[in-house]
Each structure stands twice: as structure tokens, then as C-alpha cells.
């Protein structure tokens, strides 16, 4: 266990030790929780956004992607797809 002190701003400085362990960067956030019971007590975890556990998870089909293509393929399909527009009321 590390002991850290609360400044004035309540804020806190993470052990080297314990960013490094964990992965935690300058600009990451962090989640705090707190447990209840007679002896509570925090928790902190990294918290990762999805596009950061995502990237590179999927390769390009070719590099450097043809973004005109892409662009060509999407509107091809959605001029393909039939228009819906809003709910008419039935007057008769």
C-alpha cells in the first residue's frame, strides 16, 4: 500500500509504481468507486474508450484506403435502399 497526500484542491498524485502497473498516462482518466460496508474503500481503474480498445483491431483492406471508392460504394447503397419518410394519417 502507498500513502499519498490530498492537496489543497483535493486532488491526488498516483504513485509512478502504480501508473505504470496500471498504464495510466498524463490526460488518461480515471474511474473512482467506493465500496460500502463498515471499512470503505476506493478503487480506481483506468478508463478506456472504445475507439482506443479498438484501434487496429481491423486492417484496411488496402493502404492507402481510396476514400473516393468508399464514398462511391456508400452512395450506391443508399440510393439502392427505399426511402421511408414520416408517418401519414389516415383521413378517410
Known amino acids: 500500500m502507498q500513502v499519498v497526500k490530498i492537496l489543497p484542491k483535493g486532488q ?9 502497473s496500471l498504464g495510466i498516462r498524463e490526460g488518461d482518466k480515471v474511474a473512482l468507486s467506493i465500496t460500502d ?3 470503505p474503500r476506493v478503487t480506481l ?7 482506443e480498445l479498438t ?13 473516393k471508392e468508399l464514398r462511391r460504394i456508400f452512395e450506391d447503397e443508399m ?4 426511402i421511408s419518410g414520416p ?3 389516415d383521413h378517410t
Not at 483491431?57 to 476514400?67: I, N
Not at 440510393?79 to 427505399?82: D, V
Open 12 to 20: 491526488i498524485t498516483i504513485p509512478a509504481e502504480i501508473r505504470r
Open 79 to 82: 440510393a439502392s435502399r427505399p
Open 55 to 67: 484501434f487496429g483491431a481491423v486492417t484496411a483492406r488496402k493502404s492507402p484506403e481510396d476514400f
Open 37 to 39: 460496508g463498515e471499512k
Open 45 to 51: 481503474r483506468p478508463v478506456r474508450s472504445v475507439a
Open 87 to 89: 408517418p401519414t394519417a
